[in-house]
């Protein structure tokens, strides 16, 4: 239930600090220009001055500022002296600011407030280390494309908090969660607040009359597909799962890729595999995955402009993967797949998680091997070894989450139903390819028939 909150006076604009959570790349640089433009558009509109908007990827020279919490000393800083509201929102996130100064100016900015669309667990996940194992459809956490809000009130409390208290954990890896639990238990802050002006509807839809904040679109649309000779496919695999994980692969996407080899430690012609002459490692993978990359940067195997980097457990939809790269100039030295931190509050460094998929320009790979960045061993995190070399090479680690590191009962349902999944990873507890057939098999029909009652308010795109 939505709390009242006396309205005090009005919010003016240059009262709100807008800060859009954009990344260090030509086609996202381009969304977030658009979306500032919109912004100052209706500021003109309702004749107040331009107000603050931060791209999040230019807020410094630290690529980890997208942790959001490594951002907040800066806005503190730079913002809150003068504003009392810091409101952050994606490329894709569409703004009434005459709505948003309304809904705003019913919450008392000298408050501690978090506000946002709230999301919950319906069952104890992995990617939240299990937390609220009990009862998680208890914590609330927010919808990061409809839009949230700190009160500068709490901005300057967290920035100086963290300076003695910094997140218990290293990892970053679902942030919308992460967030909303350490400033409520770690920060001892407030809970997110729902507030359902707050929308995550596509914008123009008739149950959109009352929002401040809804969607422009819930997938990137940048024309035809690449062709699939564009995309080379490494599938990372080794003796023991031959027989079980590879038949998956071929019974499943397999099928739709025009260049795809089998790396392994056993050279098997029935499937076919190629033995780079790298030991298999129980972990890490590391040697093996810089191995693969070589290959690729010769040019022997394949001209394409794309590698894909995948493990023989993973699910993955290459037509999506086609259509989403469409948005991406291979000419520009970029990785793609879904962003994972390490110790981002401390200066730590943005990877992309290995069994989610990972891919990469040919430029990239190159500029990779060239710097003579290496794994530390064979049996190294090969896709933190390689995010710590796009970091010391400023390269930049772009997200979309159409890119899954774990199985579909980990992620909220109305998230995957909006998004057209690109990947998945992980066999447990799951029968891979029924998973394949529900959520990454592209039939032609929306998923409206896996939508249950509580999540029919949530429209998808046709």
Same mark, same amino acid.
């Given at each position: 239930?939505?709390?009242?909150?006396?309205?005090?006076?009005?919010?003016?604009?240059?009262?709100?600090?807008?800060?859009?959570?954009?990344?260090?790349?030509?086609?996202?640089?381009?969304?977030?220009?658009?979306?500032?433009?919109?912004?100052?558009?209706?500021?003109?509109?309702?004749?107040?001055? #331009?107000?603050?908007?931060?791209?999040?990827?230019?807020?410094?020279?630290?690529?980890?500022?997208?942790?959001?919490?490594?951002?907040?000393?800066?806005?503190?800083?730079?913002?809150?002296?003068?504003?009392?509201?810091?409101?952050?929102?994606?490329?894709?996130?569409?703004?009434?600011?005459?709505?948003?100064?309304?809904?705003?100016?019913? =919450?008392?900015?000298?408050?501690?407030?978090?506000?946002?669309?709230?999301?919950? @667990?319906?069952?104890?996940?992995?990617?939240?280390?299990?937390? =609220?194992?009990?009862?998680? @459809?208890?914590?609330?956490?927010?919808?990061?494309?409809?839009?949230?809000?700190?009160?500068?009130?709490?901005?300057?409390?967290? #920035?100086?908090?963290?300076?003695?208290? *910094?997140?218990?954990?290293?990892?970053?890896?679902?942030?919308?969660?992460?967030?909303?639990?350490?400033?409520?238990?770690?920060?001892?802050?407030?809970?997110?607040?729902?507030?359902?002006?707050?929308?995550?509807?596509? +914008?123009?839809?008739?149950?959109?009359? +009352?929002?401040?904040?809804?969607?422009?679109?819930?997938?990137?649309?940048?024309?035809?597909?690449?062709?699939?000779?564009?995309?080379?496919?490494?599938?990372?695999?080794?003796?023991? =799962? +031959?027989?079980?994980?590879?038949?998956?692969?071929?019974?499943?996407?397999?099928?739709?890729?025009?260049?795809?080899?089998?790396?392994?430690?056993?050279?098997?012609?029935?499937?076919?595999?190629?033995?780079?002459?790298?030991?298999?490692?129980?972990?890490?993978?590391?040697?093996?995955? =810089?191995?693969?990359?070589?290959?690729?940067?010769?040019?022997?195997?394949?001209?394409? &402009?794309?590698?894909?980097?995948?493990?023989?457990?993973?699910?993955?939809?290459?037509?999506?993967?086609?259509?989403?790269?469409?948005?991406?100039?291979?000419?520009?030295?970029?990785?793609?797949?879904?962003?994972?931190?390490?110790?981002?509050?401390?200066? %730590?460094?943005?990877?992309?998680?290995?069994?989610?998929?990972?891919?990469?320009?040919?430029?990239?790979?190159?500029?990779?091997?060239?710097?003579?960045?290496?794994?530390?061993?064979?049996?190294?995190?090969?896709?933190?070894?390689? %995010?710590?070399?796009?970091?010391?090479?400023?390269?930049?680690?772009?997200?979309?989450?159409?890119?899954?590191?774990?199985? *579909?009962?980990?992620?909220?349902?109305?998230?995957?139903?909006?998004?057209?999944?690109?990947?998945?990873?992980?066999?447990?507890?799951?029968? &891979?390819?029924?998973?394949?057939?529900?959520?990454?098999?592209?039939?032609?029909?929306?998923?409206?028939?896996?939508?249950?009652?509580?999540?029919?308010?949530?429209?998808?795109?046709?």
């Amino acid at each position: 239930m939505e709390r009242q909150v006396p309205m005090n006076r009005l919010i003016e604009l240059r009262e709100v600090v807008f800060v859009i959570q954009s990344q260090k790349i030509s086609y996202h640089a381009q969304r977030a220009e658009q979306k500032r433009g919109n912004i100052f558009h209706q500021a003109q509109t309702l004749n107040q001055g #331009a107000p603050d908007v931060v791209f999040l990827h230019e807020l410094s020279a630290y690529d980890g500022d997208w942790g959001i919490l490594p951002a907040l000393p800066r806005l503190a800083e730079d913002y809150c002296q003068s504003s009392l509201w810091v409101f952050f929102l994606e490329e894709e996130t569409v703004i009434n600011l005459a709505r948003l100064l309304q809904v705003l100016a019913r =919450f008392g900015a000298g408050r501690e407030w978090f506000l946002g669309r709230a999301l919950h @667990d319906d069952d104890a996940t992995i990617i939240h280390h299990y937390a =609220f194992s009990e009862e998680p @459809d208890t914590f609330a956490y927010p919808d990061f494309i409809a839009g949230w809000a700190l009160s500068c009130v709490l901005v300057k409390r967290l #920035a100086s908090y963290m300076k003695y208290e *910094p997140p218990k954990s290293d990892f970053t890896i679902d942030l919308k969660h992460e967030i909303a639990l350490y400033i409520w238990e770690e920060a001892h802050g407030p809970a997110l607040m729902p507030v359902h002006q707050f929308c995550s509807d596509l +914008h123009g839809s008739p149950s959109t009359e +009352h929002c401040a904040s809804t969607v422009n679109t819930y997938l990137p649309s940048c024309g035809s597909p690449v062709e699939r000779e564009d995309i080379f496919v490494a599938v990372k695999t080794c003796q023991k =799962f +031959h027989s079980d994980r590879v038949p998956v692969v071929k019974k499943t996407w397999a099928k739709d890729a025009m260049s795809l080899e089998y790396y392994s430690d056993l050279s098997d012609p029935t499937i076919p595999t190629t033995d780079l002459g790298v030991a298999n490692t129980e972990k890490g993978h590391c040697a093996k995955t =810089f191995a693969i990359l070589s290959r690729f940067a010769q040019g022997g195997v394949t001209r394409a &402009p794309w590698l894909l980097l995948v493990d023989d457990d993973t699910l993955i939809s290459l037509p999506r993967l086609r259509q989403l790269l469409r948005c991406y100039d291979p000419r520009e030295a970029v990785g793609i797949g879904e962003r994972y931190g390490y110790g981002l509050t401390k200066g %730590g460094y943005s990877y992309l998680t290995g069994g989610a998929g990972m891919v990469f320009s040919r430029v990239a790979v190159s500029r990779i091997l060239s710097s003579g960045c290496s794994c530390p061993s064979p049996d190294a995190p090969d896709d933190m070894v390689l %995010g710590r070399c796009l970091s010391r090479l400023g390269l930049p680690v772009i997200h979309s989450p159409q890119f899954h590191q774990a199985r *579909p009962d980990d992620y909220p349902k109305e998230l995957l139903l909006r998004q057209s999944p690109i990947s998945f990873h992980k066999h447990w507890n799951i029968n &891979p390819i029924a998973v394949y057939q529900q959520w990454l098999l592209d039939t032609g029909e929306p998923f409206h028939h896996l939508l249950t009652r509580e999540h029919r308010k949530i429209p998808l795109q046709q």
